[in-house]
Antibody
Framework: QITLKESGPTLVKPTQTLTLTCTFS??????????VGWFRQPPGKALEWLAV???????TYSPSLKSRLTITKDTSKSQVVLTMTNMDPVDTATYYC????????????WGQGTLVAVSS | DIQMTQSPSTLSASVGDRVTITCRAS??????LAWYQQKPGKAPKLLIY???SLESGVPSRFSGSGAGTEFTLTISSPQPDDFATYYC?????????FGQGTKVEI
C-alpha cells in the first residue's frame, strides 16, 4: 500500500522560503520510471502542478514557478523535499505530493495535503 | 501551455441520473488524460487514466472516453458518494495542467 504525507510549516511570512517534505512508503524512488510530484490548490480554486522528480533524479518544474522552486529526493529516507522561495500571500494553498507510477503520467496515490498560509 | 477547459462548471443531478462532464484541450494530447474526484478537504483521487482506463478499485459506473482534444467523463448512475468535484488533467507534455473543475451537486 502506497502512502504519502506532507509536512512543513502552516504559516510563513512574505519573502520567506517554504520547505515542504513528502515522506512516503510502499514504493521506492529508485524504481525505474517512478516519480513524486508536487501540486497545490488555493482555497476554492483548481489544482496546479509545481514540480516532479524521478527515480533517476531527473527534475521538471512548472515554467511559471521554475525560478522559485527546488525539488530534491533522499531515497534512503523515502523523502522528497520541495522548497519555494520568496513566498507571497497568493501562494497560500494546500500543497500535495503524489506518487507517479511507472506508467506515463499516472498519479495514483496522493498525500492528504498540508495547508500553508502566507501572511505577515 | 496546454489549456484544459471543463464544462459545465457546476452540474445538478439526482441519484441515478446519467452525468456527463466534458474536458477540452487547447491542442491535441492524444489520450494522455486523467480524471480525478475530489471531495471537500480531501486529496484528489484518480478515477480514469489514459482517457478511458479505469483505475483499480473505481466503480464501473465511471467511464471515460475521447482522444485528441475532446474528452468525456460519464457517471452512469451517480450514487450519493459521487457528489464531488471532478478535474481533468493532461500529461501529454509539461507543464501538466488541470481543468478548472466541475462540481456535481445533488
Amino acid at each position: 500500500q502506497i502512502t504519502l504525507k506532507e509536512s512543513g510549516p502552516t504559516l510563513v511570512k512574505p519573502t520567506q522560503t517554504l520547505t515542504l517534505t513528502c515522506t512516503f512508503s510502499g514504493f521506492s524512488l529508485s524504481t525505474r520510471a517512478v516519480g513524486v510530484g508536487w501540486f497545490r490548490q488555493p482555497p476554492g480554486k483548481a489544482l496546479e502542478w509545481l514540480a516532479v522528480i524521478y527515480w533517476d533524479d531527473a527534475k521538471t518544474y512548472s515554467p511559471s514557478l521554475k525560478s522559485r522552486l527546488t525539488i530534491t529526493k533522499d531515497t534512503s529516507k523515502s523523502q522528497v523535499v520541495l522548497t519555494m522561495t520568496n513566498m507571497d500571500p497568493v501562494d497560500t494553498a494546500t500543497y500535495y505530493c503524489a506518487h507517479k507510477a511507472a506508467a506515463p503520467g499516472i498519479l495514483d496515490s496522493w498525500g492528504q495535503g498540508t495547508l500553508v498560509a502566507v501572511s505577515s | 501551455d496546454i489549456q484544459m477547459t471543463q464544462s459545465p462548471s457546476t452540474l445538478s443531478a439526482s441519484v441515478g441520473d446519467r452525468v456527463t462532464i466534458t474536458c477540452r484541450a487547447s491542442q491535441s494530447i492524444s489520450n494522455w488524460l486523467a480524471w480525478y474526484q475530489q471531495k471537500p478537504g480531501k486529496a484528489p483521487k484518480l478515477l480514469i487514466y489514459k482517457a478511458s482506463s479505469l483505475e483499480s478499485g473505481v466503480p464501473s459506473r465511471f467511464s471515460g472516453s475521447g482522444a485528441g482534444t475532446e474528452f468525456t467523463l460519464t457517471i452512469s448512475s451517480p450514487q450519493p458518494d459521487d457528489f464531488a468535484t471532478y478535474y481533468c488533467q493532461q500529461y501529454d507534455s509539461y507543464p501538466w495542467t488541470f481543468g478548472q473543475g466541475t462540481k456535481v451537486e445533488i
